[in-house]
Structures are given as structure tokens and as C-alpha cells.
């Protein structure tokens, strides 16, 4: 709920008595002055300044609305100093518990609308310091106009220093391995000829942080200046980080870089123009790593993101949080990570004229611990399916599924490629397959669609095809009578889509620069810089959104431009949560990335 910080005058209504007599037409004169005036002084403030908002309040906090994020109305524990407000009058709003039920279906629901103050209350917009880097886009010039990037210069702690300790790491792989080549890994060799000759290595699928961060150095509008800046990215391995101490370490260790970190950046003046909404950081981890619900040794992970700090900062993640606002999903790195174009479109045109043998395949092992998984169904259909082809996937280091050259080959000969939920929401198979050419079959919205909606289409049943995991659970429908059922022509028309995304998809070489392709660093980052922009924007119209909810964030997501009302969704049902709030679905997810952690790391 918005406060208000309603003006208040004092005035002097006492009456002036005359000397001697009573004059009664006198007083009933400036009585009835007394109460016009009164009446006009109340309906003025009521009705004409009712809808607007008293700028100068330092309570009041300008938002953002997008078709990516909303961030919502907080408030700060560490009021911003006197310059600041000055500067800015903007103060950063730091917490937020929103609560909210469950939605019911057809029922109306919430709408966000902007409610906008008159010109007459609105600060003069060069009043901001912010305007500078707005301007740029004007300069027709300059190619970099609108999309400069200010790099805080961290201390070697918060990355280069992890990356000396590599060992560490991982509790059971010599992670410095991964780390070689920029991040990427050691090159692969083709023996099979399943991959390209060159840009394919054994990329570690926790190794974002340093390939983005390495990218980022490539990255041809970075500037010292930090009033030129669209955005300010924050270079802390934040993945990197927790990895070290998901095992045996008390939270005190766990968060220790995380508070290092916010300490250090709200000393910045970059951080107090904005707060730090205009700053963003990559971890190349799922969101549930860095959402502790307690001070608890037994509880999983750090608080990061739930740091006041953390929670105005926009966080990079393979995995986000359907019910928060604060993080954004980006593909998982593939095993290729082309250096030039040409690469880039002999890939796929090699995929388009590939011969695919198999109607649809899977690769995975059983859930035998989760009651909700359906992959032991999966696993169970394929079986039976002449026309599927499986490598089913054990903690054995002889399994198939530790081979990319295997897992390629057969995405590569698949009409389908089956993507149930892992141990979390996500895989990083979805994108190896959809590299391969072959059409992903998911079975959870939070699987791709509401998570990577910078990178993958609204439209999904342009690329994929989805089946409810309830219907197979509960109806034991066959997959195989359903992808049947799809005409060939469709079926054609979604490997050209999937074919297409590819370099949306990729991480290019962090040691070069694709030409005229945007690869997924490409795309998160003008992602965020159009964020910001509206963020600031807003910030200067001094327009609020009422009603917003956060734990219906992936709702937000999906709204197309212009678009404010929610409605009934058929997807609700995927994204309830229990009515009194209890931890039980936050347990869940924390246990899920625990065991996505122990899952995977038998496959390296």
C-alpha cells in the first residue's frame, strides 16, 4: 500500500474581536468568509490533489512496469543522505513481503494501472542525474547511444580470487577445469563428428558467472563514465561464490560475500542515485541457491536475494523464482560458443538437412524420491515406444548421458525432445536440445516459458509442444499418440523456429564478438538496459502502479506491451501456493536445488 505524505499548512482562524460592542453582521460576515475559505482550502487538497502524489515525500518511491518485471514499492532502512535527495529525491524502497491467496479461476483478477501526477507537481526532469545517460540516445551518432555500460571495479575477492581457489569450487569436481578457455572448458574433440570442428567445449553448466562476466569485458559500449550508463553491471561471481560453501559451512560463511558485497556498493555514489535499480549480476545458478528462508545452519544456501540490496538489484539466473521479481532467467551455456557468424549459420543449416529417425527421445534418470515426478512415466513410455529412443541416466560414470558427443548425437536424429522438470524447474538439456534442432516437449510452464521470456518466444506453441505433467500423471495419456496427432508441416514449421533461435540461445566465444548476430549475453543485456530505461522514465512522469502483486510475478511476465489487467490464467494451478503462506513450497524448492547439485554433478 502507497503511504501519502499529506501537506499540511497551519493557520490562524481566530477572529479578531471588536472593541466595545457586539456587531453581529461583523461577525456573521467573517464567519461565513472563515467557512468559504475552509471549504475551498479542504476541496482543494481532497479532490483536486487527491489522485496525486506530494513528490518531495521521501517515502514515496517510483516504479517500473514491463512486460519483463515490475518492481514494486519497498522501504529503506538506510534513509539516502541529504545530497541524494537532492540529486535524485528519489529514495529506494529495500523490503518487501507481499502476501496474497491463491488465484481462483474466473475470477477477475488485479489491475496495475499508472497513476500519473500533473505537470504542475512533477520535479523538472534535468533535476535528475540519470538525464545524461537518457540523452544519449538522441545523439544519432554515436552507436553506443542509450546502451553504455558503467563496470564497478570490485574488489579480486568477489571474483578473480575465486577463480584462483578454483579447487574449491565444487565438493567433488576439480571445477578449475571448467574455468580454462575464458569459462568456457576444454575444447572438445569431434571424433564422432557429432559437433563442429571448432567453437565446441565441455562447458561446465554452472559457469555462467565468469563466461558473462568475460563477455562483458568484450562488450563494445562499456564506459568510465557512470552518467553515460544504461545500466551498471556488477562483476561478483555470485554462483561461483555459494558453490564454495553449499556443504558443511554455517550461514554466517555462506553470506559473508554477499554482505562484503552490499556493504561495498552502497558506499558507491553509483549506488545512491537509484539505489541500485539501475545495477544488475549474473549467477550462473538457480534462484533457490540464493533464497534462504532462515538464519537456520540447516537451511539451504545464502539470503542474497533477499537482502534489502538484493532485492532492488536485478540477479541473472538459469533458474528464477516464479513468485519474485528481483531475478530473470537466461539460458544455461551449451557445448558450443562460436567465434564468428559463419559458425554460427553452417550449424544450422547442418541441422536443418539432418535426417531425424526417432519421433521423440529422452535423456534422464528416475526420481524415485519425488512422488510428483513423472520421469519414471516418461522413462516407462519410451520404453514401450518403438519410436523413442532413450539414454536413461544413473549417478555411474559409464552412463551415456555423461557423454555431450552421445546426447548430441541423439537430439540430433529426434523429431522431440522430452524436458520434464529435472531435480528443479529447469535443464540445461532443453537447450541442448533446442542446439541440436529438435522440438522440446515440456511438461511445467516454469520449465521455459515463464522463465526465459527474454530469449524464447511468447508464442511457445510456435517452437514447443506442451503436455500437462498432470495429465500424464493422473491420465496416463501417451505421448506418443499426442506428438502423432501434430501434421508434418506443423512439425517442420517448429524445427525451422527452434533452427532460428539458436543464436539467442548461445554464448558466443567470450573472447570475441559475434558480427551481425545477438547471442544471449547480447540479448539479457539490451533486456536490462530497456528495464532501466523505463524504470527511469517512469521515475520522471512520477508514474505508480497500483495492485501489483508479487507472487503473481510470472504473470507479469507473460503480459504482452500495454497490457495491465490479470485474468484467470490456465496455468495457475502450476504456480499455487499454500493459502497460510507456510514454507512448505520454498522447503521444496530449496530441497529440489540440492539435489539438482548432487544430480548433476555425476554427470561432469
Not at 524502497?93 to 496474497?100: A, G, M, Q
Not at 519410451?382 to 523413442?388: D, G, L, V
Not at 539467442?504 to 544471449?520: C, G
Amino acid at each position: 500500500m502507497r503511504r501519502r505524505s499529506p501537506t499540511s499548512q497551519s493557520f490562524d482562524d481566530s477572529m479578531e474581536k471588536g472593541q466595545g460592542k457586539n456587531h453581529h453582521p461583523r461577525v456573521c460576515l467573517l464567519a461565513s468568509l472563515s467557512g468559504l475559505f475552509w471549504f475551498l482550502l479542504l476541496y482543494f487538497h481532497f479532490v483536486i490533489l487527491g489522485g496525486n502524489h506530494v513528490h518531495d515525500s521521501p517515502n514515496l518511491d517510483p516504479l517500473s512496469l514491463n512486460k519483463q518485471s515490475i518492481i514494486t514499492p519497498q522501504s529503506n532502512p538506510n534513509p539516502l543522505n541529504r545530497a541524494t535527495i537532492r540529486n535524485a529525491k528519489v529514495e529506494m524502497d529495500n523490503e518487501l513481503v507481499v502476501k496474497s491467496k491463491p488465484l481462483e479461476k474466473n475470477v477477475q483478477q488485479p489491475v496495475v494501472r499508472p497513476v500519473i501526477s500533473d505537470n504542475s507537481s512533477r520535479r523538472d526532469p534535468e533535476s535528475y542525474s540519470f538525464m545524461r545517460a537518457l540523452r544519449t540516445v538522441e545523439n544519432k551518432s554515436d552507436p553506443c547511444g542509450g546502451r553504455y555500460i558503467y563496470v564497478h571495479d570490485l574488489p579480486p575477492r568477489f571474483n578473480e580470487d575465486m577463480l584462483k581457489e578454483c579447487r574449491t569450487l565444487s565438493p567433488w569436481t576439480n571445477f578449475c577445469k571448467f574455468t580454462a578457455n575464458a569459462g568456457l572448458g576444454p575444447q572438445m574433440e569431434n571424433a564422432e563428428g557429432v559437433f563442429s570442428n571448432t567453437g565446441w567445449y565441455a562447458t561446465n553448466q554452472f559457469a555462467v558467472d565468469v563466461i558473462f562476466g568475460n563477455r562483458m569485458k568484450q562488450y563494445e559500449c562499456l564506459t568510465n563514465d557512470s552518467s553515460l550508463a544504461a545500466a551498471i553491471f556488477v562483476p561478483f561471481y555470485a554462483g561461483f561464490d555459494i558453490a564454495r560453501y553449499l556443504w558443511g559451512y554455517n550461514v554466517t560463511t555462506r553470506d559473508a560475500a554477499s554482505l562484503d558485497l552490499v556493504d561495498w556498493l552502497q558506499k558507491r555514489p553509483e549506488w545512491n542515485i537509484m539505489g541500485g535499480k539501475d545495477h544488475f549480476l549474473v549467477a550462473g545458478r538457480i534462484t533457490w541457491d540464493f533464497r534462504r528462508l532462515s538464519d537456520s545452519d540447516s537451511d539451504w544456501g545464502n539470503k542474497l536475494l533477499f537482502l534489502p540490496a538484493g532485492r532492488n538489484m536485478s540477479m541473472l539466473v538459469v533458474e528464477s523464482s516464479p513468485w519474485n521479481a528481483n531475478d530473470f532467467g537466461i539460458p544455461y551455456p551449451t557445448y558450443f560458443h562460436p567465434a564468428k557468424d559463419a559458425e554460427v549459420f553452417t550449424w544450422q543449416d547442418r541441422m536443418r538437412k539432418l535426417e531425424r529417425k526417432w519421433l521423440f527421445c529422452f535423456a534422464g534418470g528416475p526420481r524415485p524420491g519425488n512422488p510428483k515426478s513423472i520421469r519414471g512415466q516418461i522413462i516407462d513410455q519410451c520404453k514401450e515406444s518403438k519410436a523413442c529412443k532413450l539414454l536413461k541416466c544413473g549417478q555411474s560414470g559409464e552412463s551415456k548421458c555423461h557423454s555431450p558427443s552421445s546426447i548430441m548425437k541423439m537430439f540430433q536424429s529426434s523429431l522431440f525432445c522430452l524436458q520434464p522438470q529435472g531435480d528443479s524447474y529447469t535443464r540445461r538439456s532443453a537447450f541442448d536440445a533446442m542446439l541440436a534442432g529438435c522440438i522440446p516437449v515440456f511438461f511445467h510452464p516454469a520449465s521455459a516459458y515463464t522463465q526465459y521470456t527474454w530469449h524464447l518466444p511468447k508464442n511457445y506453441s510456435a517452437y514447443s509442444v506442451f503436455i500437462s505433467e498432470n495429465d500424464v500423471r493422473k491420465k496416463n495419456i501417451s505421448i506418443e499418440e499426442m506428438l502423432n496427432q501434430i501434421p508434418p508441416e506443423k512439425v517442420k514449421e517448429m524445427r525451422e523456429a527452434v533452427i532460428s533461435m539458436i543464436p539467442r540461445l548461445i554464448y558466443a566465444d567470450p573472447r570475441s564478438k559475434l558480427e551481425t548476430l545477438k547471442d544471449a549475453f547480447d540479448v539479457a543485456v539490451d533486456a536490462v538496459i530497456n528495464r532501466v530505461t523505463r524504470l527511469r522514465k517512469d521515475i520522471i512522469e512520477d508514474r505508480k502502479y497500483d495492485n501489483y502483486i508479487e507472487e503473481l510475478s510470472w504473470k507479469y511476465s507473460l503480459l504482452d506491451e500495454g497490457q495491465t489487467e490479470l485474468a484467470a490464467h490456465e496455468w495457475d494451478p502450476f504456480f499455487e501456493k499454500p493459502k497460510d503462506r507456510s514454507a512448505e513450497s520454498d522447503n521444496s524448492s530449496a530441497e529440489a536445488a540440492k539435489n539438482s547439485w548432487k544430480n548433476e554433478q555425476g554427470q561432469q
